[in-house]
């Protein structure tokens, strides 16, 4: 018989040797059996074990006992005034390519729009860091990668020596040549795909950005306008104004004149309530507030660019500021009992 007949008889009996093996295997192998643990059968219901049905009874109890019982009244007040606190949140910011250049630009512009603070009349009490930010500003980009090729040396290393023409192959050394065959392909599809480009993205630092905000506290708001346009000179391009609100710096007394309107508005409200059930309102048993609040009339920020017609001389634009006025606002809820239950 040649060789190469031989070879093929040797690799067919081969695979059905590990064939019937694997039959011979899971024949032999034992089916896993599931045991049950003995469970007392379920033993019948008898009628006279079953509970007896209760019977729920809602019963009503005059009196004035919570919220189920009597007549309950909300009341509402709010007193409007003009404010008389600004609160102006103002700022710089600075993007350098390091942090130090930015921290510089920034530092030099805060300090020169907390001079014009001071100087128009702020105490140091007035004015408050409100935050402090150091960010670093990068850009994705799409780059293309080529890694340099494996040395010749290696990848002769990889591939195994090629067998003469003549040898004879022994049957032992059947499975050794077909594992060499399939380590030299797999170790040259390895080496193909790391020669490959590849296209990838990264984050570039770009620079550093550097923030800050101050919180203060302006009295005289007719001068506020002309504060906001000293400030902006005083930061140049990095100065930011992020918003304005008003308020009431003590707004105690307007808070007694909510609560005192809120207590009248409950009051009427019960009154009405009772007249349309039909009876007759008894004493008050509950008293609480819901607690007061203060709304400020806020602007936004001063960020918009200027109308055109006015972009020509923007030097001697002043920038307009209106205060409005502020709500002052308080809600009570009392509990009534009902007089003759």
């Known amino acids: 018989m040649r060789p190469g007949k031989a070879l093929a008889a040797l690799v067919t009996l081969g695979v059905l040797g590990v064939a019937v093996m694997a039959a011979c295997t899971q024949a032999q192998s034992p089916t896993p059996v599931a045991v049950v643990p003995n469970v007392p059968a379920p033993q019948p219901i008898e009628a006279s074990n079953m509970a007896e049905p209760q019977t729920v009874r809602l019963e009503y109890t005059s009196g004035f006992g919570g919220q189920q019982n009597g007549l309950w009244a909300s009341g509402h007040g709010q007193i409007k005034a003009s404010p008389d606190l600004a609160l102006l949140e103002v700022g710089v910011r600075a993007t350098e390519p390091t942090v130090a250049e930015a921290n510089a630009q920034a530092a030099s512009a805060l300090t020169a729009m907390i001079d014009v603070l001071q100087n128009s009349g702020l105490d140091d009490a007035d004015i408050q860091t409100s935050s402090l930010n150091i960010r670093q500003e990068t850009q994705g980009r799409e780059v293309t990668r080529c890694p340099e090729p494996e040395d010749e040396g290696e990848a ?79 930061g140049g391009d990095l100065t930011r104004i992020n918003g304005i609100s008003f308020t009431i710096e003590d707004p105690s007394p307007l808070t007694e004149q909510a609560r005192e309107e809120a207590i009248e508005d409950m009051l009427d409200r019960a009154e009405k309530m009772a007249d349309a059930a039909g009876v007759s309102l008894g004493a008050l048993e509950y008293l609480t507030e819901a607690g007061a609040s203060v709304f400020n009339a806020r602007q936004e920020s001063f960020g918009r660019a200027l109308p055109a017609a006015m972009a020509f001389d923007a030097a001697s634009v002043s920038t307009p500021v209106s205060a409005g006025e502020v709500t002052v606002t308080a809600n009570v809820t009392g509990g009534f009992s009902i007089a003759g239950e």
């Open 156 to 234: 002769a290393a990889m591939t195994p020596a090629a067998e003469g023409p003549t040898a004879a192959v022994a049957p032992a050394s059947i499975e050794t040549a077909m594992g060499r065959a399939m380590t030299s392909m797999v170790a040259g599809l390895a080496m193909g795909a790391q020669n490959e480009c590849y296209t990838t993205y990264e984050q570039v630092v770009t620079g550093y950005t550097v923030s800050q905000q101050l919180t203060a506290k302006v009295r005289d708001l007719d001068s506020t306008g002309e504060l906001i346009d000293q400030l902006v000179e005083a």
